[in-house]
Each structure stands twice: as C-alpha cells, then as structure tokens.
C-alpha cells in the first residue's frame, strides 16, 4: 500500500510536470523554426530545403500538428520577416516562406493521409496560411500607418502647444513692459506737473510782489502832492 501510494505521488508529479516542459520543448522549437526560416528567406533562391524537413521530423517528434506549425509560421512572418517591407516585397516573401513551410508539414501530413491527398492538402493550407497571412499584414501596416499618423497629430499638437505658450509668455512680458511704461508716463506726467505748478506760483509771486510795488510808490506820490 506504501508502494501504491509512493507510486501514485510520482505520477501526478510527472503529469504536472509535462506541461512545463512541453512548453519548454516548445519555445526551443520555436527558435529553431524561427533561424531556419530566417535563413532560408535570407540564402533564397539558393537555399536548400534540408533544414526545413528537419524541422519537420522534429516537430513529429514533439507531436506537433500542422496547426501549431502553421501558427508558428504566421508569427515569425509578421514579427520578423514582414514588417517594414513594401507591398511587392511582402507577396514575395510570403511565397518564399511557403515553400519551407509547406516542407516542414509535409512529414506530419504524410502521418495522416496518402501521399496525393497530402500534397492537395498541402497546397490548400499555404494558400490558406498565405492569404490569410496577408491581410495580417494588410491589417498590420494599416495599424503600424495608423500609430504613425496619430504620433504626428500629437506631435503638431505638442508642437502647437509650445508655440501658443510661447505667444502666451511673450504677451504676459509685453503686458509688463507697458505698465512699466504707463507707470513711467504717469510718473514724468506728475512731476511734469508739479514743476508746471512751482513755475506758476513763482510767477505769480513775482507778479504779485511787483504790483505791490507799485501800489506803494503811487501811494507815496499821493501823499506827497
């Protein structure tokens, strides 16, 4: 019964287990059907399609579907392989890829159909897996024009800001410049004023003083006669 029990707990950690490293055996995969594709595309036309039919044993190997290759496909062709080419570019590398995709899947297609029907069926699935790549791509560079197109009414818009910010600066130092000078003005004004007023007051002292004068020497007069 202790056996029975020991034996049990060894099997749920090895079932517990096997995701992770199904998982793990996954992304290394994944890497290698990314650099091989990657060289193929890079070597093409010249590339030989070995490395392609390797992938292949090794994802049998691993109890991949041709799904799971598929998807993979896809991934690496709008990650790595289609952004920033033009749209000539990407039919053409699409095509190329197709090639070595459609010899990674043919050792998991030739598992479960005849050699004729897997070749039909072969060539409905990177037609498929094509168009449907690309109108990913389609889609992508329209978003990718999209993002581009809004970070540059973001950019006028900042660019707007800081010049609006600037007038508005610019303004609010003019603004001081002429109370300072109203100040200025009114300040001269005032003492204009006043100098004015010290001017008036000594001529009419001197008015008053000289009427004075007068008025006594013809008082004098008066009294004399």
């Known amino acids: 019964r202790h056996h029975a029990a020991i034996s049990a707990k060894v099997g749920q950690i090895g079932a517990a287990g096997r995701p992770g490293i199904r998982q793990l055996m996954k992304r290394k995969f994944t890497r290698r059907y990314q650099t091989a594709l990657l060289a193929y595309l890079k070597q093409f036309p010249r590339a030989r399609l070995q490395p ?30 289609l952004p920033g080419q033009p749209a000539g570019k990407r039919a053409e590398l699409i095509k190329q890829a197709g090639i070595f995709f459609t010899e990674a899947i ?40 999209e ?33 300072q000078l109203s100040r200025q003005i009114l300040s001269s004004q005032e003492e204009e004023r006043r100098q ?22 013809l008082k004098k007069d008066a009294a004399a006669n």
């Not at 004729?116 to 389609?138: C, G, K, P, Y």
């Open 52 to 81: 392609a039919r390797g992938m292949g044993a090794q994802a049998l190997t691993e109890g991949l579907q041709t799904l799971d290759i598929a998807k993979l496909h896809e991934q690496v062709l709008l990650t790595e392989v």
């Open 106 to 145: 043919t050792p998991i297609e030739k598992t479960h159909l005849g050699s004729r029907e897997a070749a039909v069926h072969l060539n409905e699935i990177v037609e498929m897996l094509s168009q449907r790549t690309v109108e990913l791509a389609a889609s992508n560079l329209e978003l990718q024009q």
């Open 147 to 179: 993002i581009v197109s809004r970070k540059a009414v973001e950019a006028a818009l900042k660019k707007s800001e800081h010049h609006y910010s600037q007038l508005l600066a610019q303004s609010d130092r003019l603004q001081e410049q002429l109370r």
């Open 196 to 217: 004015i007023s010290r001017e008036l007051h000594d001529v009419i002292a001197q008015t008053l003083t000289g009427i004075n004068v007068r008025l006594a020497a």
